[in-house]
């Protein structure tokens, strides 16, 4: 039986990018990526836990996602304690993945510090960020230009 191991969800993400949809699953990726030869029918698991990438969820996965006061943080709370003054504050403790602003000046808060945007504009033209129905961040805030550290 194949070890079972446990990925969080920025590294969920980059496999999904990656994947080639209704093909791949996150082995087939990583054999892909490292260069390994395909698997042969014996080594491949049967185990009905492996399931095509496209219908895996962080929660199907086992991985716990961030529920609001879960650890007690929010954007707002951090917004207020740091004196940011954003008008929109969103939180996600490892300032990876976020709801998208809506009003400006807002912030994206993790758990260490904040990235300001003053304008629409400039937050929709950022070139770490990929907005669409949520705002997905390259890799995570603090390793974008203007990222504010605190505590």
Known sequence: MA?????DD???FW???????FEDTPNSVLR???G???SSPSTTSNNSKEKKMIANTPQSRGVSTYKPGRIGLSGKQLNKKWGVGARHALFNKDGAFYENLKEFPGA???TKGYLLFRTEEEYR?????????KTNVNYDIASIPGYVKKE
């Open 3 to 7: 070890p079972t191991i446990r990925i």
């Open 10 to 12: 920025q590294v969920y």
């Open 15 to 21: 496999l999904q990018k990656n994947a080639k949809p």
């Open 32 to 34: 892909r990526v490292a």
């Open 36 to 38: 390994l030869e395909e």
């Open 108 to 110: 994206l808060f993790d």
């Open 125 to 133: 033209q950022n070139p770490h960020l990929k907005i669409t129905k």
